[in-house]
């Protein structure tokens, strides 16, 4: 059997392959592409190794050509783009219109190319200078990374194109992309249009390296691996917690981004003023991608009372006009049907939905649930499992103290959203359950649903255990998310000529942000 | 029996006590001071629930108040400060001058005053602000933390004044203090003065507790509880690691200060020109507080050749002649006989010392000890056990090819020094042995030795694991130290009325750094 090549040590290799896979067409059902290899652990070592070099060589490579880098490699992508999209099309059943081409694919690029900006600015490594006691420290990358990507974004998250990749290479850390077996065509275009690139700019040809599949064991070593600087995951918890054990167990620094159902807080006012136009934004922002969004609105809490009951009445009517969309794979349907089934058994009542949809392909009835507060409350946990997917639980909620109640019982999630009308004793109501949320949350929204997450420098695109592994850091977001993969370095009592360039006096641009005494400057040190 | 008092909820009050403890006068050997409660976890349980409430308020508490607790509170120690120094130096043996009162206690209120004027500026929230999409993010505090300090500083690293304890409390995180077992008197002391602070300020009453001792099954229990924003340890890595598993595995961020030996490679160039006062600088810093110092020079690297030995001859001139000093604690210097032996039976040669002397008191001959380079890569981890105390490490390598193949098998460490003298072949010896050492530790040093910490912004008391459990963060400098006890929160879509002063559109003191739209900005947005 024609198994396709990995990417190892800049050379498009056979695998040592212990198991083969194909794709599968979520529209279909049917196996589809060629044959991808399960790699051995042989290869992760290979890997690995060439992922040093290609490190200790970023390491003195200036952030400018690594700029070009992603620069490059983004014109590239959009070059290829049709051949992507259609990939990603087939592997996902994703629409490739808007979704696709016209979102998701100008989002990888600008990601990259805001990537490519900070590589270039430098900024991102906050240079801090006490010029009294010469001490100075800087962020610098923290070796070899581990990028894997989830099923719901095949690009802006891809493993060797998403966020992850554009931040580590960012830093200067070389990534070795595992790709996610359900899109391992998308994921393989996208490194052979990276490799083109590492060579047009002349980077280390081990900058980018992909495999495709490795067995559990090899995974856990590999996160575990004291050549690996840190792992980026993004995917579902049971694989990250298993993951996360192995790389904490061995101290390998990992960023996780796991599940999260992302509370929405609905707040009288705002239905009485806004009812029709937030029942519209619901089922739109949850039915999204079928609902495989890592931000999806999984949990709307509600007070009790009759617009409560119009909401949800209008919730249902909606989520039945609405044709279900394809999911990703037999894995998320499965998973989907597993989840409502918990919920229903936990003491939910179903609205609407609740059953597979006849084929051909993964296809399940969008899906509203809903239980009292009351009732959330004696199980919390259970009724936090997440339906990743068309699938939301509404919770209605005697008074403003039980529903407060039944935050303080959430878990850690990515987003938490309020909705509120004017008018004071609204606002009051606003406070009250902010004040609550807040901690448990990343991000926290008024009135607009969280499944949009912009890349800007002020995005949160993280949140409390267990939504990620550590609260501190953002995956979305440059440079923030950056800083993940990097350990600070402090240089004490080091003569200029041998300090890195941007803790010298002078400011090696003119334009580099440093802290400097206490203040942020852009000047040079007299 | 009567048992000291712990301070829970507000309240000095017995403790459930599980067992109790006295400290040891180290000079004798002999218990002193009053008797001290093992807490049950009773007195956890409760410390955790008083700590979440005091959380509620503080985050409700503007950051002047916090800043004038903590100088107050470092008012009231410059007050007591006999006393407390008195009880350090009778259960560490560390010297009254001028060790603790003239170094450590100024560094101490020092540090609490540099913790006030964070707490005041609220820069160290680092506010991102992006206009155009109205996102804003800003660093947050996590929640009650737990500061587990270390014996070897009873003051400026103490659980209830020390550097995480500043940086908690300036975060707005109140602290459950555990203190050290060797100096519970000292951590009273502070606790006490701590508390009235605490009282006089009005800051919530439960913003400090002390516990004295732990099960070590409550101790692993203590820093997995969800009601617990972090843990700060320092601490020797057996135990450090114990608790780092049980936290990782409930997702609670932990931060850990665990052990290190600190390489210091000096270079032919630099033994050429200035032996006898490197020779100095290393006994010095080698033998200060009896070589107790996480910062301590455990291992010196050199190449071989005539300067080498007579560097060598010169450190055990100076170790010989050298009083020893008295080691905190007979764990201390159990542990120290156990890793000299260590080093010997894995084939290291004892220069001088390598024994216990006569009492009274815990008292160990200054050792030093050598072996090649080839020898050390045999069994590198061996010859990496951290002999803490007055004990060094001498290696010498063939050629500077062989002393890098030393730095890459070095595990992660708080500083790596690099004595070079002038010359340009020096110069490029420098790069070569640099670029090796650079990744490994947190903190680069030229021609200075490694033990002093000075806290600045731009210091870095950190390193990678196993030095610390994150090689991001550090446990020295403000503002960066109080960034561990943060989560970053971001709004999205909040009107201004809504947000955190720190995040509206005027800046709430004129003086608040913010990041807004790509700059570094005191000034209003527009």
């Given at each position: 059997m024609q198994l396709q090549a990995v990417l190892v040590a800049g050379r498009w290799r056979p695998a040592q392959a212990v198991g083969h896979f194909r794709a599968v067409n979520p529209q279909t059902g049917e196996p589809c592409g060629p044959d991808y290899p399960v790699s051995s652990w042989h290869d992760c070592d290979q890997a690995l190794d060439a992922a040093c070099e290609a490190f200790a060589q970023l390491r003195r490579t200036p952030g400018e050509q690594i700029a070009r880098f992603l620069e490059r490699y983004a014109e590239r992508i959009e070059a290829r783009a049709e051949q992507i999209v259609q990939a990603a099309h087939e592997e996902t059943a994703l629409p490739v219109r808007p979704r696709l081409a016209e979102v998701e694919l100008p989002r990888t690029t600008g990601q990259l190319r805001q990537a490519a900006q900070a590589a270039r600015d430098g900024s991102w490594c906050r240079p801090t200078i006490d010029t009294k006691l010469n001490i100075r420290s800087i962020l610098a990358p923290l070796g070899p990374v581990c990028v894997m990507g989830p099923n719901?974004?095949?690009?802006?998250?891809?493993?060797?194109?998403g966020g992850d990749f554009a931040a580590a290479i960012a830093a200067g850390c070389p990534v070795l992309a595992k790709a996610h077996s359900s899109h391992p065509t998308t994921t393989r275009l996208f490194a052979e249009e990276a490799f083109e690139a590492v060579q047009e700019t002349g980077l280390p040809a081990a900058t980018v390296q992909l495999l495709y599949r490795l067995r559990h064991e090899d995974g856990l070593r590999l996160v575990a691996d004291?050549?690996?600087?840190a792992t980026g995951y993004t995917g579902s918890r049971a694989s990250g917690l298993k993951l996360k054990a192995a790389a904490d167990a061995a101290g390998r620094p990992i960023y996780l981004e796991l599940s999260s159902i992302n509370p929405v807080v609905i707040l009288p006012g705002a239905l009485q003023e806004n009812l029709e136009q937030i029942v519209q934004d619901f089922a739109t922002s949850c039915l999204?991608?079928?609902?495989?969004?890592?931000?999806?609105?999984?949990l709307v809490l509600l007070l009790e009372g009759e617009p409560a009951e119009r909401f949800i009445r209008q919730a249902v009517e909606r989520f039945e006009q609405t044709p279900p969309g394809v999911l990703l794979s037999g894995g998320v349907l499965e998973n989907l049907k597993a989840s409502v089934r918990l919920l229903q058994e936990a003491g939910a009542e179903l609205l609407t939905g609740g059953r597979e949809l006849p084929g051909p392909g993964f296809r399940y009835a969008n899906t509203l649930l809903r239980v009292s507060a009351a009732r959330f409350l004696q199980n919390p946990c259970e009724f936090q499992t997440e339906a990743f997917g068309n699938s939301s639980l509404m919770v209605t909620a005697a008074d403003a103290e039980q529903l407060c109640q039944v935050i303080d019982r959430?878990?850690?999630?990515l987003t938490g959203t309020i909705y509120a009308g004017s008018g004071q004793e609204e606002e009051q109501l606003y406070e009250q359950v902010a004040f609550h949320l807040r901690p448990r949350v990343g991000r926290l929204l008024n009135?607009?649903?969280?499944t949009g997450v912009a890349v800007t420098a002020a995005m949160n695109h993280g949140g409390p255990y267990p939504a990620t592994g550590h609260p501190h850091f953002t995956a979305v977001g440059i440079p923030p998310a950056i800083w993940r993969f990097t350990m600070l370095q402090c240089y004490d009592n080091v003569p200029q000529h041998r300090l890195p360039e941007a803790l010298r006096d002078r400011n090696p641009t003119g334009t580099l942000w440093r802290y400097v005494d206490g203040r942020w400057t852009q000047e040079d040190i007299a």
């Open positions: 719901n974004f095949p690009l802006a998250f891809g493993s060797a194109s004291p050549r690996l600087g999204l991608g079928c609902g495989q969004f890592c931000t999806n609105p999984g959430l878990e850690g999630n009135n607009k649903m969280p």
